[in-house]
């Protein structure tokens, strides 16, 4: 795929496609609003999202190990 055939897409129907896919097997992060620009303005709110290949818990601890990684690269 064309990474310029992604444009014709907003973020939540990329979204919605990536959680559809029976192959993924993970958790997405996004702001719940689209942001058109990299400047970080005021509080932002983020929605998880995950599909019925992992249970409440499973995204949870995967989102556990993350953010341990994430703290050892500071």
């Not at 559809?20 to 097997?25: E, G, I, L, P, V």
């Not at 290949?53 to 994430?70: F, K, M, S, T």
């Amino acid at each position: 795929m064309n990474p310029a055939d992604l444009e014709l897409f907003s973020t939540g129907e990329l979204i919605e496609e990536l959680l559809r896919r029976t192959t993924f097997q993970g958790v997405v992060v996004h702001s719940h609003e689209e942001i058109k620009n990299r400047a970080w303005r005021g509080e932002r709110i983020f929605s998880v999202r995950y599909n019925s290949n992992l249970d409440l818990e499973e995204a949870g601890r995967l989102l556990e190990v993350v953010g341990q990684h994430i703290a050892a690269q500071d």
